[in-house]
């Protein structure tokens, strides 16, 4: 198993930066890829960005704004988020799926990001 944690939500301008965590413990070798999701009410979650087999993958809404980065030796995964814009405005979750059979996945808590126009 893994356990998620996020961190560094909150209220921003538009215009402005906002950086999440997340760490990750547990089975922590066994992690095939790890990124961010994040949801609106009443709408499916959607990508955000992962990072696979080495690969940085973005939704077309976040590209040239949006960094995924990671620290192994942390266990740490971030989201760098600038030129924040409303439509941002979302629970951003941090996802993981390991190496399998099975394939197993894991979500965050989530953690509620605002922009303000």
């Known amino acids: 198993q893994v356990q998620l944690v996020e961190s560094g939500g909150g209220l921003v301008q538009a215009g402005g930066s906002l950086r999440l965590s997340c760490a990750a413990s547990g089975s922590t070798f066994n992690i095939d890829a790890i990124g961010w999701y994040r949801q609106v009410p009443g709408k499916q979650r959607e990508l955000v960005a992962r990072?696979?087999?080495?690969?940085?993958t973005y939704a077309d809404s976040v590209k040239d704004r949006f960094t995924i980065s990671r620290d192994n030796a942390k266990n740490t995964v971030y989201l760098q988020m600038n030129s924040l814009k409303p439509e941002d405005t979302a629970v951003y979750y941090c996802?993981?799926?390991?190496?399998?059979?099975?394939?197993?996945?894991?979500w965050g808590q989530g953690t509620q990001v605002t922009v303000s126009s």
């Open positions: 996802w993981t799926i390991l190496t399998g059979p099975p394939r197993s996945q894991y």
């Open positions: 990072i696979m087999s080495g690969r940085n």
